[in-house]
């Protein structure tokens, strides 16, 4: 038989019709679209363009695997400036022109606020990574469709209150940074510490850049405290350490990890950094959802992933909606998907790291329970996650892990 | 897409507002006042604790007004010595202060957390897609009814008087001009305006936090005046309005240009608006609506 210049063609043809046959499948199905809404510029910009990079590492590793629910995911992206104003109408253009069906990414607990009412008015999903307590409750999630992948402040401080009760301190003060933040961990604290009956002997909320802290340190230690619990961020706290250290103040301190890490022994030292107690949510770094996202933050942004907190959480965004509208089946509304994510996140199913597998249990029938590269990722009913906090100490320079603390 | 315009030609009236605010202190008499979104965070916070008490929405924005002025003449008052460069510094300190009583008054503006649930007139009663009308429509007869009150002012003696003070404040007094009643009035009237401009938005969006009381906004107003036109209320309403358009058309920048990384979509932006600042400083020093200066009558 000879194979002439039609046989081939044909033989083309054929292939390219079966090669397309699965893709117009998908085309049948509209794309789900996901508004990635992040700080890239402004106070949030260590961690905006991470964040949206890992949106997209994500989204990709989504559409490998065959898409969600039948469906294509496709990302369109803008910038917060880390500014509320700026926000809202970035959050109006992609809701009403791109015609997003969730926004994942907001930074700051301002801009999440001013953008919530767009979401729940437009009846689609927020996901975000602020910790202002007002976000679980009406009216920002009246309608439960904010769901938050950090520890709320105030469960921080619950946490801190927790540690220092087993540590037996007795006269505790607080020092915040003045923003929700960093108020709502020392609140948090102090609410759960006077729910046991005790005191704080002072408490102090300081102004951001300050070249020093000296006066705020001096008030506190007035008090004579034994420990000083904070709702700090790394500049700061290195200072106000510094400082501490500098005048002698014999004191412990209870400190966010965002604030008590390596950096900060490597800015001060050991000795001024010595029985520090750094307090974290568990990050899931020995599981295989962790590796997979650090391996694609190397590939994206030439850091090891552990650098950028938010921008694991970020991906555990993609990942667990993603999972949630395979759930739901194809063609599933907001309410159906919302109605899914706690029940592929939650614990009750089969542990997957990953997408594919999630899918594929999903597919063979199997309740599934998503464990994210951020935390567990376990929602409660205001969509807040609600993980484990480690603690550690810092001696002679490294963090231990001691124990862990459930709230 | 339509509701998206709605949506941005309500800020886009906001923002004229607040040009036609700048364009009265600093346009007409002179006084450079850096201190704008101070005046719009006050209005908002007045507006939206008033509402938040139980009052109407029409009287929270009266409330607003009214805050406005009392601050307005505080600040004329703290800075009667000032001129120029100093005034500036001194407003731009004046914006830094709201935010920071906004943030430590707890009590009052619940700090860092801002204010959620502020009242939006009509909402219940129009449902989404109508209430952004409706408040579009709001916005813009307030902004018509402002500019033509402006206008009127500007044209007449007493918008004269002002611009005499502008351009020679040692002279308009020579002239019998009692100059520290006009600086007052101008100044209160500009604040007025401003925390009107507040008071809307804050009811648009019902969420105002210290996080909105950004310079940002400011220098978004400078920019747009000065493209309109410094001195004339038509310039100042086409800059507000330019200016935000402008700005909401660079995000379209993201859709056009696949391939670039989302910070070097957000630098484009900015070179952009820079880039758009420079040309047109280049080809049109004063504006595009410049100011006009009636010849004096021939002797």
Same mark, same amino acid.
């Given at each position: 038989m000879t194979i002439d210049r039609r046989t081939i063609l044909q033989a083309g043809a054929g292939a390219l019709a079966l090669g397309l046959a699965p893709q117009g499948a998908f085309a049948q199905a509209e794309a789900f679209r996901i508004g990635a809404? *992040?700080? /890239?510029? +402004?106070?949030g910009s260590p961690y905006g363009s991470g964040m949206a990079a890992m949106i997209l590492a994500a989204v990709e590793e989504v559409n490998a695997a065959g898409g969600a629910g039948g469906r294509q995911l496709q990302v369109f992206a803008d910038d917060t400036q880390t500014n509320p104003q700026s926000a809202v109408l970035a959050a109006k253009k992609l809701i009403?022109? *791109?015609?997003?069906n969730a926004i994942l990414g907001t930074w700051s607990s301002g801009v999440s606020l001013a953008v919530i009412p767009l979401v729940n008015d437009a009846n689609i999903l927020l996901m975000h990574t602020s910790?202002?307590? &007002?976000?679980? /409750?009406?009216?920002?999630n009246a309608k439960g469709h904010g769901y938050r992948f950090q520890a709320t402040n105030d469960r921080f401080g619950r946490a801190f209150a927790e540690i220092a009760v087993k540590e037996g301190f007795k006269r505790p003060a607080t020092m915040a940074f003045n923003n929700a933040s960093g108020i709502g961990n020392t609140q948090g604290f102090k609410r759960a510490w006077e729910a046991k009956g005790n005191q704080v002997v002072a408490e102090v909320v300081y102004e951001p *850049?300050?070249?020093?802290?000296r006066a705020e340190l001096q008030r506190v230690m007035a008090a004579r405290p034994d420990v000083i619990v904070m709702g700090s961020f790394l500049p700061d706290t290195t200072i106000i350490l510094r400082e501490a250290f500098q005048t002698g103040a014999n004191v412990r301190w209870i400190i966010p990890g965002w604030a008590a890490n390596p950096q900060l022994v490597t800015a001060l030292g050991n000795e001024p950094t010595e029985g520090i107690i750094s307090v974290d949510s /568990?990050? *899931?770094?020995?599981a295989a959802s962790f590796a997979r996202y650090d391996e694609a933050y190397r590939r994206k942004m030439?850091?090891? #992933? &552990?650098?950028n907190v938010y921008a694991a959480m970020t991906y555990d965004m993609v990942i667990a909606l993603a999972l949630a509208i395979e759930a739901a +089946?194809? +063609?599933? #509304?907001t309410a159906q998907i919302n109605a899914k994510i706690r029940e592929v996140s939650n614990p009750g199913g089969e542990k997957v790291f990953t997408f594919a597998d999630g899918k594929a249990a999903l597919k063979a029938g199997r309740k599934i329970n998503y464990e994210g590269a951020?935390?567990?990722?376990d929602f409660d009913e205001f969509g807040d996650v609600t993980p484990d906090f480690g603690v550690f100490f810092i001696t002679r320079g490294k963090l231990e892990r001691r124990y862990v603390v459930k709230i | 897409m339509l509701s998206y315009l709605i949506f941005a030609l309500t800020i886009g009236g906001i923002y004229a507002l607040l040009a036609l605010s700048l364009n009265l202190v600093w +346009?007409? &008499?002179?006084m450079v006042n850096l201190g704008l979104a101070g005046f719009f965070g006050v209005g908002a916070y007045a507006s939206a604790i008033a509402t938040g008490a139980g009052a109407p929405v029409v009287f929270g924005w009266g409330i607003a007004a009214l805050a406005g002025v009392a601050v307005g003449l505080l600040v004329t008052f703290a800075t009667l010595r000032l001129r120029d460069d100093y005034l500036a510094i001194v407003t731009l300190g004046f914006a830094e202060m709201v935010r920071l009583v906004a943030l430590n008054e707890r009590w009052l503006t619940? #700090? &860092?957390?801002g204010i959620s649930g502020i009242a939006a007139p009509m909402k219940a009663e129009l449902g989404t897609g109508g209430f952004n009308l409706f408040y579009l429509a709001v916005v813009s007869l307030i902004v018509l009814g402002v500019w033509w009150m402006l206008a009127r002012l500007d044209a007449s003696p007493y918008g004269r008087t002002l611009k005499a003070i502008r351009e020679d404040q040692e002279l308009a007094r020579f002239a019998g001009k009692p100059v520290l009643r006009f600086k007052y009035e101008a100044f209160a009237l500009s604040a007025a305006i401003a925390a009107l401009a507040g008071a809307l938005y804050a009811h648009f969006q019902s969420y105002f936090s210290p996080?909105?009381?950004?310079p940002l906004i400011t220098i978004y107003i400078f920019l747009g005046l000065t493209a309109g036109g410094v001195g004339r209320p038509a310039g100042a309403v086409a800059g507000g309005y330019a200016v935000l358009l402008f700005i909401e058309a660079t995000r379209f920048a993201a859709d056009v240009l696949p391939g670039l990384k989302a910070v070097e979509v957000a630098a484009f932006r900015e070179i952009l608006i820079g880039a758009a600042l420079l040309i047109m400083l280049h080809l049109k020093p004063q504006g595009f609506l410049p100011e006009t200066m009636p010849k004096a009558p021939k002797p």
């Open positions: 809404l *992040n700080p /890239v510029t +402004g106070a009403e022109v *791109n015609k997003v910790g202002a307590p &007002a976000l679980s /409750v009406p009216p920002a *850049n300050q070249p020093s802290y /568990v990050s *899931n770094e020995q030439s850091q090891p #992933g &552990a650098s +089946g194809p +063609g599933a #509304g951020s935390s567990v990722l | +346009g007409s &008499a002179g619940s #700090g &860092a957390d996080d909105h009381i950004q």
